[in-house]
Structures are given as structure tokens and as C-alpha cells.
């Protein structure tokens, strides 16, 4: 057959029209497809998806169907969805294989950085705080395990109860639930522990902790690409992961490995946050500490949305030091309503 087929730019053009089922993002933009051929009339594509659900898996292989007939010179296509545990046309197993869903958890998003020191936990305890505030059921998980710094910014430092089959029922402050090591070690006791024992302990968090009915599980993932990120990666199927940065180049330059690591677990990026995007003196000078906009400039360049920047603002550091984020000691302020409207942002992003 002579009939002239779509090049792979082309393909991928068309399934930019396939959206993931309850986000307003595409397959293209998200990573998910990893393959695409097209000869004598047949347009092959093999996509890699992040949730084991069928009925997902299933609605987007009748999209992508559709929208590749519509091309001209094709007369059949064959789409192959992957999915977390192995599921797939073939039957193959991977390194997945041990993903569960969180029971009556809706959403798990991870907020990550590429190095320390940009505000990460700060950015985390705010927006869950935001969420809850927009009325949704939030749980907070810490997946700092040498550091833990969410009982103290959240005020709270009580001990998990255990229900009558030996789960963690998660401690809660100002509407959010939450777990840490920090609730379970002793004062200032250092967690002195090798790579095994980290994952094991996220592990139990996600599968031990009786989080209940939750719209959004926010997971604060230590700085890097190691052990805590792999292991959550492999427990519990992530919906999504936001990336927080400051504008200088320094933090930019790790924020990309950050992404690529979530490219490399097929997890949906929602978008970069700019925290210390510049500081107001009390004249009303703007000085712009480490420099300005570069991470919106990074999300444009990676194709990803930017859900917004922070300020430096003292309130912010203070109340975190107090125990009560910004969002719930003063909502109505300015640094608050800067993490509100980051949260308003994500939640157009996964609903």
C-alpha cells in the first residue's frame, strides 16, 4: 500500500484531543505515551499509565481509538495501555507490581523539590491547609524521614491511636490529618537509619495508617531522587506531583531532575511553584532576592503548568515556627491568599 500515513508528530497532535479521565490535562502533555508506529494503514501506540483502575484505562483506549480514525490513510488502530502492576496486553510484570489504591483516599499528589532549602515544607503545609480551607478532606503525610518538620509547623506532636486491627489512626490539626516520624520518635532524636528501613516505613504509612475518607492525600517528599521518592513510587500509584523551586538557576538546574524522576515513574506533573519569588520592603521596594520568574520560565519550558509564586514574607516563616500556617492564621492576608491560590490552581488541575 502507497497511502501516506501520519508521521509520529502528527499522532501525537491527535491524541493531544484525549484527556485523562478527571483532569483537564492530555495523555501528551502527561508522558503517558511512550510509542507510536504507523504503516500500511495500521497506527500502533503504547501508552503507560499511572492508575490501575480498568474503567481509566479503558476510557482512554476508546479515545485514543477515535481520534486516531479520524486521521486521514488510517484504517486501524491498535492502542496498548500499560498500567501500575504489570497490567497490559502482553501480561508483563514490572517493578510496580506491589501498587494499591489507598483505601477511601481519591487523590495522592507528592510535593517534591530537587534540593533542600527552598521551602518545601512550608509550601506543603499551607496548601493542604488552602485545600482544606476550599472544603476538601486533606491528609498530610511526611515523608521526611531524617528531618521531619510537619508536627512542628503544624503544631501538634500527639502520638498515632491504633484501631481494634492494629492501624495508625493519623493525628489532625486544623482540619488536616496527619502522619510523621516525627510523631513517633522521642524529642530530637535522629532517625540514624539505612536505605530498607526508609522504605519500609513509608511503606507502613501508606498501607499501616487508617487515613479514612480523603479527597487529597499531600505526600512532603524529602529533597531528591532517593530512596523515599522510589518507594512511594512503587507502594501507592501517584496521581500527580507538584515540583516547588526558587527562581535562581542553582535550584532550577535540580528542579529538572526532579522531573525527569516523575517522567521515569510515569507520574503526572501538575505544575511548578516559585516559593521566595521576591521580598517587599516595608517602603514598598521590590527586591527580588535570588532573582525573579524563573520558575514560570521552567514550566513553559517543560510544557507543564505553573500554579504560582510565593512571596518572602515574614508572617509566613513565623507562623510556621508557631505551629499555625499562614492559611489558618490569617486567611485573609496576602501570604495566605498567595498559597490559596496555588491551591485553587491544583484543584483545576486533577479535577
Not at 508483563?92 to 518545601?120: E, L, Y
Not at 512503587?234 to 525527569?260: F, H, N, Y
Request: proline share 7%; hydrophobic share 40%.
Amino acid at each position: 500500500m502507497n497511502t501516506k500515513m501520519p508521521s509520529d508528530d502528527e499522532i501525537k497532535n491527535a491524541l493531544k484531543a484525549v484527556r485523562y479521565p478527571g483532569y483537564s490535562r492530555d495523555v501528551v502533555s502527561f508522558g503517558l505515551v511512550k510509542e507510536t508506529a504507523a504503516k500500511d494503514g495500521v497506527v500502533s501506540i503504547t501508552l503507560q499509565l499511572t492508575s490501575a483502575r480498568p474503567e481509566v484505562a479503558s476510557q482512554i483506549k476508546t479515545d485514543c481509538e477515535r481520534v486516531l480514525m479520524a486521521l486521514p490513510g488510517v484504517s486501524v488502530v491498535r492502542v496498548q495501555i500499560n498500567q501500575p502492576g504489570g497490567q497490559s496486553a502482553a501480561g508483563a510484570s514490572g517493578p510496580w507490581a506491589q501498587q494499591q489504591r489507598m483505601p477511601g483516599v481519591r487523590r495522592v499528589i507528592a510535593v517534591a523539590s530537587g534540593k533542600g532549602g527552598v521551602g518545601k515544607s512550608t509550601v506543603s503545609v499551607n496548601l493542604a491547609c488552602a485545600l482544606r480551607h476550599l472544603g476538601l478532606q486533606v491528609g498530610l503525610l511526611d515523608c521526611d524521614i531524617y528531618g521531619p518538620s510537619i508536627p512542628l509547623m503544624m503544631g501538634i506532636s500527639q502520638k498515632p491511636t491504633l484501631t481494634d486491627d492494629e492501624k495508625m489512626v493519623p493525628p489532625a490539626n486544623h482540619g488536616v490529618r496527619l502522619m510523621s516520624i516525627g510523631f513517633l520518635i522521642e524529642g530530637d532524636q535522629p532517625v540514624i537509619w539505612r536505605g530498607p528501613m526508609i522504605m519500609k516505613t513509608i511503606q507502613q504509612f501508606i498501607t499501616a495508617v487508617d487515613w479514612g475518607s480523603l479527597d487529597c492525600l499531600l505526600v512532603d517528599l524529602p529533597p531528591g531522587t532517593g530512596d523515599a521518592q522510589l518507594s512511594l513510587c512503587q507502594t501507592v500509584p501517584l496521581d500527580g506531583g507538584v515540583i516547588v523551586t526558587t527562581p535562581q538557576e542553582a535550584s532550577l538546574g535540580v528542579v529538572r531532575k526532579g522531573i525527569a524522576m516523575f517522567q521515569k515513574v510515569n507520574v503526572p506533573i501538575l505544575g511548578i511553584v516559585e516559593n521566595m519569588s521576591y521580598f517587599t520592603t516595608p517602603t514598598g521596594e521590590r527586591v527580588e532576592i535570588f532573582g525573579h520568574g524563573g520558575g514560570q520560565t521552567e514550566a513553559r519550558r517543560q510544557n507543564i503548568s505553573f500554579l504560582g509564586e510565593v512571596p518572602l514574607f515574614t508572617e509566613i516563616r513565623q507562623a510556621g515556627d508557631d505551629g499555625v500556617p499562614i492559611v489558618v492564621s490569617a486567611p485573609e492576608g496576602a501570604p495566605a491568599q498567595a498559597f490559596v491560590r496555588i491551591a485553587e490552581k491544583l484543584v483545576q488541575q486533577i479535577v
